[in-house]
């Protein structure tokens, strides 16, 4: 240990004598040098420049020296340091570029290679079927309409000849969403598309050629055909000199359109309160699963005069026909759905069974 009067002598300070420093400077760079990856190099760092490396160490020994030999031996100890901290850097300057390299090089993608394809989900069968029907009908030059899902009664009944006390009016197991008041009518979840044709002949002069498909709602419970949610097509015409065999023939195309060129259909008489005439329309189905058979499709018939009159149609000058078809019981046909809870229960395997994804 060296004394306050003692001449400067390194022997006595082991780590701070010039050939120390040069010796720890270059044991760093050795080190440094011959770390192959980044965590190596880490792994060595606190041997050279940690706490208790011998530049650091010789740092501590200043305190031991002379006045006026602690100048020099603090140049010559901070000289060693900053030269093993730019060794330490360069070798990590050098290792991370190679790190880079070698991740770029194991990660390349080859964007020439052919894609696996990723399912991201289907349009759900309903919709692609509400679509092709409009699509038939648009190219029969009918116009696609829609109304609200929130009906007022008026629009929903009193217009389509289904009054107050019209035992119709309960056959329809309606969701009432408001009482009726002194201003207003009540409101309903629509039970039909029919309040779009009133709306249509309301807003529109004929000639008058439309289809209107949507979400209708009924107090049904659910089981394999019924829904209290499903979806109906409707179609107007009003124009003048209409018959029923203009009905006959759209309804040949539309089954001919939805079931193959063979298939076959026939009207029974039946009744609506807002056609007169009317009738039930049967497609018959020689590849049905339990033998061929007529099966019911919808109704139909021609638009009766009191509903013309509601809407500021004179029915002296135009006639019309309307008729409804199930979009859910059309998808039903078409693809031989037994249970109808299969479109609605969430599963993703269901458009591919029928074939209608796209």
Same mark, same amino acid.
């Given at each position: 240990?060296?004394?306050?009067?003692?001449?400067?002598? $390194?022997?006595?300070?082991?780590?701070? %004598?010039?050939?120390?420093?040069?010796?720890?400077?270059?044991?760093?760079?050795?080190?440094?040098?011959?770390?192959?990856?980044?965590?190596? @190099?880490?792994?060595?760092?606190?041997?050279?420049? *940690?706490?208790?490396?011998?530049?650091?160490?010789?740092?501590?020994?200043? *305190?031991?020296?002379?006045?006026?030999?602690?100048?020099?031996?603090?140049?010559?100890?901070?000289?060693?340091?900053?030269?093993?901290?730019?060794?330490?850097?360069?070798?990590?300057?050098?290792?991370?570029?190679?790190?880079?390299?070698?991740?770029?090089?194991?990660?390349?993608?080859?964007?020439?290679? $052919?894609?696996?394809?990723?399912?991201? =989900?289907?349009?759900?069968?309903?919709?692609?079927?509400?679509?092709?029907?409009?699509?038939? /009908?648009?190219?029969?030059?009918?116009?696609?309409?829609?109304?609200?899902?929130?009906?007022?009664?008026?629009? %929903?009944?009193?217009?389509?000849?289904?009054?107050?006390?019209?035992?119709?009016?309960?056959?329809?197991?309606?969701?009432?969403?408001?009482?009726?008041?002194?201003?207003?009518? *009540? @409101?309903?979840?629509? $039970?039909?598309? %029919?309040?779009?044709?009133?709306?249509?002949?309301?807003?529109?002069?004929?000639?008058?050629?439309?289809?209107?498909?949507?979400?209708?709602?009924?107090?049904?419970?659910?089981?394999?055909?019924?829904?209290?949610?499903?979806?109906?097509?409707?179609?107007?015409?009003?124009?003048?000199?209409?018959?029923?065999?203009? @009905?006959?023939?759209?309804?040949?195309?539309?089954?001919?359109?939805? /079931? *193959?060129?063979?298939?076959?259909?026939?009207?029974?008489?039946?009744?609506?309160?807002?056609?007169?005439?009317?009738?039930?329309?049967?497609?018959?189905?020689?590849?049905?699963?339990?033998?061929?058979?007529?099966?019911?499709?919808?109704?139909? =018939?021609?638009?009766? $005069?009191?509903?013309?009159?509601?809407?500021?149609?004179?029915?002296?000058?135009?006639?019309?026909?309307?008729?409804?078809?199930?979009?859910?019981?059309?998808?039903?046909?078409?693809?031989?759905?037994?249970?109808?809870?299969?479109?609605?229960?969430?599963?993703?395997?269901?458009?591919?069974?029928?074939?209608?994804?796209?």
């Amino acid at each position: 240990m060296s004394y306050t009067n003692d001449p400067y002598d $390194p022997k006595q300070v082991a780590y701070l %004598s010039p050939e120390a420093l040069d010796e720890a400077v270059a044991n760093a760079r050795e080190a440094f040098d011959a770390a192959e990856n980044l965590d190596e @190099l880490t792994a060595v760092k606190h041997r050279h420049l *940690g706490d208790k490396a011998p530049i650091l160490l010789a740092r501590r020994e200043i *305190g031991a020296l002379p006045p006026a030999a602690k100048a020099d031996a603090g140049k010559r100890v901070n000289m060693a340091k900053s030269a093993a901290t730019a060794a330490y850097d360069a070798r990590a300057q050098v290792l991370q570029k190679q790190d880079q390299e070698r991740v770029l090089r194991e990660e390349a993608v080859d964007v020439t290679l $052919p894609t696996v394809p990723r399912r991201r =989900g289907a349009r759900h069968p309903i919709n692609l079927m509400a679509d092709r029907i409009t699509d038939i /009908f648009v190219g029969m030059g009918y116009a696609v309409t829609e109304g609200p899902e929130v009906e007022s009664e008026w629009f %929903s009944f009193d217009a389509l000849n289904i009054h107050a006390d019209h035992p119709a009016r309960t056959m329809m197991d309606t969701f009432y969403v408001a009482a009726p008041n002194k201003e207003h009518s *009540g @409101l309903v979840l629509r $039970p039909h598309t %029919s309040p779009v044709q009133i709306h249509t002949m309301i807003e529109q002069e004929p000639p008058i050629y439309a289809v209107a498909p949507g979400r209708v709602y009924r107090t049904d419970e659910v089981d394999a055909t019924h829904s209290p949610v499903f979806h109906q097509t409707e179609g107007l015409v009003v124009d003048k000199g209409i018959t029923m065999a203009h @009905l006959k023939g759209t309804l040949d195309h539309f089954a001919r359109a939805m /079931f *193959g060129p063979s298939v076959k259909t026939r009207l029974r008489p039946s009744y609506f309160p807002f056609t007169e005439p009317s009738a039930e329309m049967d497609v018959w189905f020689e590849a049905h699963k339990d033998g061929p058979r007529w099966i019911e499709w919808g109704g139909c =018939g021609m638009v009766n $005069p009191r509903v013309l009159t509601a809407c500021g149609i004179d029915p002296d000058v135009y006639s019309g026909f309307a008729f409804g078809m199930g979009i859910d019981r059309a998808l039903m046909l078409r693809h031989g759905i037994a249970d109808m809870r299969d479109m609605f229960d969430g599963d993703v395997r269901f458009p591919l069974a029928l074939g209608t994804e796209e």
